[in-house]
């Protein structure tokens, strides 16, 4: 038996469940220029009530500054919605 994985990178994964914002629209801000946590959190409202999604945030601003500290499928790992 032959098992074939597709992976299939999913950018409208909420990342932000408290105010419902999505990895697409984290990475837009960040290609618009948000640098920081405190930006995404002004631009997004993201990480601004319980705080967990403040990591996965931070590895998307690491991963366009070139240190990638994960990849989607890390971000989906950390919402245990891994498609494995
Ligand atoms: S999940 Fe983002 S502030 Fe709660």
Redesign the pocket.
Known sequence: MTIIRVCILITNVI?????A?SEKQIREAIRGGASSIGDLRAQTG?????????ETAISLLDEHRGEDSGSALDVLNLHNLSPA
Do not use: D
């Open positions: 990342i932000c469940v408290c105010n914002v993201c990480g601004t009530n319980c705080g967990s999604c403040v």
